[in-house]
């Protein structure tokens, strides 16, 4: 298993850890919310339910606004102990809360003698329905939490990562009237080392001069596919790097390949793609045309994947930023265990909501800041419905 190569705990950590437990495991089933029954010893039990997070304001990429985003809540329970997982499900994603809900009611864990067999549960998974992708990683995300918490240790340091190494993480401004943008801005500055603009509309220059009149620190750009010529896309890319812009990400539509490769090797700033890209498969293909992947755990199947996507484009030489969608601190707290690897991080998506129900990671001066509890490090601080 690729978590753990190298890593000399293994042996003794899951023997331990295992020590007593039966082999036996129980089918996945929808369990509505409420009081749960006691999990058979030695069996794995999955739950879910839905849940919809109320953004703190409107939310206006390139080329649609939302105030709200539904997610399903997992939970995998074993011997007492409960992982939990989350499906982030903004629309552009193609998956909504009932399709994450018939796919979850096809999982089948009884299959499985342990939740340590990780890959094994893992690749099944991937394999009962094409894409599906958040689905996956709601049963990914609440596995990892799961077997983090039955050896005692976060996935940081199961990985071998230290977290005094995690980045800053940008905080998102979406698009706006220019008052709206620097009464945000006003609010975020002070809080946070790098923004993040959402551009692609014919605004863009308005929505970064807005931000200059209240600060100078670095920006972070993502253009959402919203350029649709690649000579105006450049020069907006110069533009922007006058202005203090040290990334962008995106800046023409995915079905563009191209046009998008062209900019980036004439770009004088780093080029990530996020709607270009989506899994592992997608990595190689991709050297060249840009300058790094953005990872994000509802599309890539969750924290597996990502461990190998990042494995496999530092190889390729390739830079590395880790995002997310509007989520709760479980799924943020997930992908924030991968962050001290990273070079860029973009994982705000908690702090965007006002109904989050769990802690976990916090932005600390603006830096990701991650703690040593067992699994994500998640505490369950509410049961709001």
Not at 35 to 50: D, I, M, T, V, Y
Not at 120 to 142: G, H
Not at 209 to 233: F, L
Request: hydrophobic share 40%.
């Amino acid at each position: 298993m690729m978590y753990y190569s190298r890593r000399n705990f293994l042996g003794t950590a899951i023997l331990a850890s295992l020590a007593g437990h039966a082999v036996a495991s129980s089918a996945g089933s929808y369990v509505p919310a409420g009081p749960k029954s006691g999990a058979e010893k030695g069996k794995l039990r999955l739950s879910f339910r839905p849940y919809d997070l109320q953004l703190r304001h409107v939310f206006t990429i390139s080329n649609f606004s939302r105030t709200t985003t539904p997610v399903v809540l997992t939970e995998i329970e074993y011997d007492g102990v409960t992982g939990y997982g989350e499906a982030s499900l903004p629309p552009y994603l193609g998956e909504s809360q009932a399709s994450v809900m018939e796919f979850l009611k096809k999982v089948d864990l009884s299959r499985f003698a342990s939740p340590f067999l990780l890959d094994d549960i893992l690749t099944y998974v991937d394999k009962i329905a094409e894409n599906n992708t958040a689905a996956k990683a709601a049963v990914d995300i609440a596995l990892h939490d799961l077997v983090g918490k039955l050896l005692g240790q976060p996935w940081h340091k199961i990985w071998g990562l230290d977290k005094t190494k995690a980045p800053s993480t940008t905080f998102t401004i979406g698009i706006d009237t220019r008052e709206v943008v620097i009464e945000k801005t006003k609010e975020a500055a002070p809080l946070y080392n790098i923004l993040k603009v959402k551009l692609g509309r014919d605004t863009d220059r308005d929505m970064i001069e807005a931000i200059r009149t209240v600060t100078d620190k670095p920006i972070a750009v993502d253009a959402n596919q919203g350029w649709t010529d690649r000579n105006y896309a450049l020069d907006m890319i110069h533009w922007l790097k006058e202005h203090g812009v040290v990334m962008v990400e995106q800046p023409m539509s995915k079905h563009r390949p191209d046009d998008n490769a062209w900019i980036t090797q004439h770009s004088p700033l780093p080029v990530f793609a996020d709607e270009s890209f989506q899994r592992l498969t997608d990595v190689l293909k991709l050297k060249g045309a840009y300058t790094g992947v953005n990872i994000k755990l509802m599309k890539c199947t969750g924290m597996r994947e990502a461990w190998k996507i990042l494995t496999v484009a530092r190889a390729a030489n390739m830079q590395v930023m880790v995002g997310c969608m509007t989520e709760t601190s479980c799924a943020i707290s997930a992908a924030a265990q991968l962050s001290p690897a990273v070079d860029w991080a973009d994982l705000d998506g908690n702090l965007l909501i006002s109904n989050d129900i769990f802690a976990g990671t916090t932005v600390v001066n603006g830096k990701l800041t991650l703690n040593d509890a067992p699994g994500l490090g998640l505490t369950k601080i509410t049961a709001q419905k």
